[in-house]
């Protein structure tokens, strides 16, 4: 059986956020894919580029960089960092990247806003939280987020705009919703803490629960393996 193309693959992709969309009583423009093209070729994400995907994600910088350097024509491309941060490497995320979905201590958050250009606008952060009852690798804990969030709004070149979460895989529906129900409920609660900050974001659902993530609330869904493939190397 040959691969689907990229461009079957987006179709598809883009059908089945329209669909859950629809399944869940909202509006279209509610939500938007990111493309997460980590181990993918530049040449994939140039394609998707040209079917008018403009959201990219990636996890590994030194890889991302070596994309956006072969890619530097496709302007009004948006770049969101989605994997783990080092503080050694955010220097380069502040510079080159749009979004950081991935902060989750305050360190982090300081070394991104002081190496923001003051030539580009803030950059759009969201503060990782690990919403899964086992202990997983990244993320805070709820009960430390709204120390952080009021941290990253006092940092003038951030932008708090949400919350990101990557649930423990399980299957099925309900199961997959109790985790993504919590990170819905805190960034409510986060709204009615801090009224003036542009809370509008929540990035959650991959290409194993993109339905039970729109039905939660997610705005911006990171498909990988649906748009791109499966990838070679183990994440
Ligand atoms: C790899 C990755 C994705 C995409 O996962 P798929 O299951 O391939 O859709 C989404 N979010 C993060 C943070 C990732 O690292």
Redesign the pocket.
């Known amino acids: 059986m040959t691969e689907p193309t990229v461009s079957e693959s987006l179709a598809a992709a883009r059908q089945r956020l329209a669909e859950a969309l629809s399944a869940a009583g909202r509006p279209m423009a509610d939500a938007r894919l990111?493309a997460?093209s980590?181990t993918k070729p530049a040449a994939m994400i140039r394609e998707a580029w040209h079917l008018g995907q403009r959201d990219f994600?990636e996890?590994y910088v030194q890889e991302a960089l070596n994309k956006q350097d072969e890619l530097t024509d496709l302007e009004d491309i948006v770049w969101h960092f989605?994997?783990p941060l080092q503080s050694n490497k955010s220097r380069e995320v502040a510079e080159r990247f749009s979004w950081v979905?991935?902060v989750d201590r305050q360190k982090v958050a300081r070394r991104l806003n002081d190496q923001r250009p003051a030539s580009l606008d803030p950059l759009n952060i969201c503060l990782q939280v690990n919403i899964s009852t086992e202990a997983s690798k990244s993320g805070m804990s709820l009960a430390e987020l709204p120390a952080l969030a009021e941290a990253v709004l006092s940092m003038p070149r951030l932008r708090l705009r949400g919350l990101?979460a990557?649930p423990a895989p399980s299957k099925g529906l309900e199961a997959q919703r109790a985790p993504l129900a919590r990170l819905r409920e805190a960034l409510e609660e986060l709204r009615e803490r801090f009224p003036e900050a542009p809370l509008d974001t929540l990035s959650m659902g991959?290409?194993?629960d993109l339905e039970a993530a729109v039905m939660e609330g997610a705005t911006l869904v990171?498909?990988?393996?649906?748009?791109?493939g499966a990838?070679q190397r183990h994440?």
Do not use: C, Q, Y
């Open positions: 990111l997460v980590k994600g996890n989605i994997g979905h991935s990101m990557i991959m290409s194993d990171r498909l990988g393996t649906a748009i791109f990838r994440e």
